[in-house]
């Protein structure tokens, strides 16, 4: 198949920063004009600012500039969206991690002692805070792969029928995908598979804005518990992902 579009799912708190900088690098070495890349950041975006957060007017910009690499926090199906409409065969690439991993990661970028009462470390927090972080940040990876879009209160859309998708579109319409915890295989099979317009160097991956961890931030009886039940679709899918990874 002829790919005419790359598009990175990028999943919070996976490698994603730091390969979203590969990926555009390797665009300059393709010479791929900037003009055909979206990155938050580039063409006057701020570094934060994904298409769900973006204008009108800055989604027409998007749209005219028919991008041949998409690299952002957005959800499988971008490709259906207005600004993509010239896509016909898109590469979807995404990286996924450990669920509970993932969480405390995100949990002391995004809201240790930056978000009110969140001043504790994840084990010692109240009950009622650790409910609602991680109902609101419940499969979250699921949500990606699965083509919901991740910041419409996915406690309440994300399914055993949006689980099933994410699975079949990991297996079936991903182009390759990669796993944090093996960076060495995950850039082998990018390399191998990804289209032949977007080559991508081997290299040894740094991992941007990774914490230090201790066994002390391990989620552990209650806590552990409640995150269990709650993400059981993110659960799913990296066990699946991994076998299939592997296979």
């Known amino acids: 198949m002829t790919y005419d579009c790359f598009v990175f799912t990028h999943i919070q708190k996976t490698a994603g920063t730091s390969m979203r900088k590969v990926i555009a690098d390797a665009c300059v070495k393709n010479g791929i004009a900037s003009t055909k890349v979206h990155i938050p950041g580039m063409l006057g975006l701020g570094s934060r600012k994904n298409t769900v957060q973006a204008t009108a007017v800055e989604l027409i910009d998007l749209e005219n500039r028919e991008v041949k690499v998409m690299l952002e926090h957005i959800s499988y199906n ?27 990661s995100y949990y002391y970028f995004f809201y240790y002692k930056k978000k009110p009462g969140y001043d504790a470390l994840l084990n010692d927090l109240e009950d009622v805070l650790f409910q609602n972080y991680v109902t609101k940040f419940q499969n979250l990876m699921t949500a990606y792969v699965g083509g919901v879009a991740w910041f419409l209160g996915i406690d309440k859309t994300v399914d055993d029928a949006v689980c099933k998708t994410a699975l079949y579109n990991l297996e079936h ?28 160097e081997a290299q040894n991956l740094p991992i941007l804005n990774n914490r230090t961890s201790n066994q002390n931030d391990k989620l552990k009886g209650k806590k552990l518990a409640i995150f269990n039940e709650a993400n059981i679709f993110d659960l799913e899918l990296y066990a699946f992902a991994k076998d299939l990874f592997y296979s």
């Open 78 to 104: 971008a490709h259906l969206k207005p600004f993509l409409k010239h896509v016909k065969h898109p590469f979807y690439f995404t990286i996924l991690r450990e669920p509970a991993e993932r969480f405390i």
């Open 173 to 200: 319409n991903y182009g390759t995908f990669g796993i944090q915890e093996d960076m060495k295989l995950t850039f082998d099979k990018l390399i191998n598979r990804t289209p032949s317009w977007l080559k991508i």
